[in-house]
């Protein structure tokens, strides 16, 4: 289940300068990362109220994630995005669930990127909670 019945916020083509990586290059050398993020949640509120302090506020945790990377330095993209999926649950209660994909582009060859995809609820799982 991807939580059909909440709202949709998007966050698209995020680009973060990082060190990603387990080559020694990647190591000290920062890359572009390219993060997209779904976050679940009802905007109802938000939307009747048009009060920012009824809406999930993705300037807030965007800021967050851009932090993260900038200060982070994982040796794999299963890590990162782990991390960044929790960011988004704990920056605010009303996000139910996130879908997080993490990019290098460039990382191979004759591909534009390579990336992971994961999505996370707020009990944990993977959706079958």
């Keep these: 289940m991807r939580h059909e019945r909440l709202d949709q916020i998007h966050i698209k083509d995020l680009v973060v300068s990082g060190i990603l990586g387990i080559n020694p290059d ?17 905007t109802r509120d938000a939307a009747r109220s048009d009060d920012i302090d009824d809406a999930v506020n993705y300037r807030t945790i965007t800021k ?12 794999l993209v299963e890590r990162l995005v782990a991390e ?22 460039g990382a191979l060859r004759h591909a534009r990127s390579v990336g992971i995809t994961i999505y996370r609820t707020r009990t944990g799982g993977d959706g079958n909670a």
């Excluded at 990647?26 to 009802?42: C, F, G, K, P, S």
């Excluded at 967050?64 to 040796?75: D, H, N, S």
């Excluded at 960044?84 to 582009?105: S, Y």
């Design 26 to 42: 990647e190591r000290v050398h920062r890359q572009d990362i390219l993060i997209n993020a779904t976050l679940w949640a009802d």
């Design 64 to 75: 967050r994630l851009i932090a993260f990377v900038e200060q982070g330095k994982p040796m």
């Design 84 to 105: 960044l999926a929790e960011i988004c649950l704990d920056a605010d209660q009303r996000v139910a669930a996130v879908e997080m994909t993490v990019e290098k582009p």
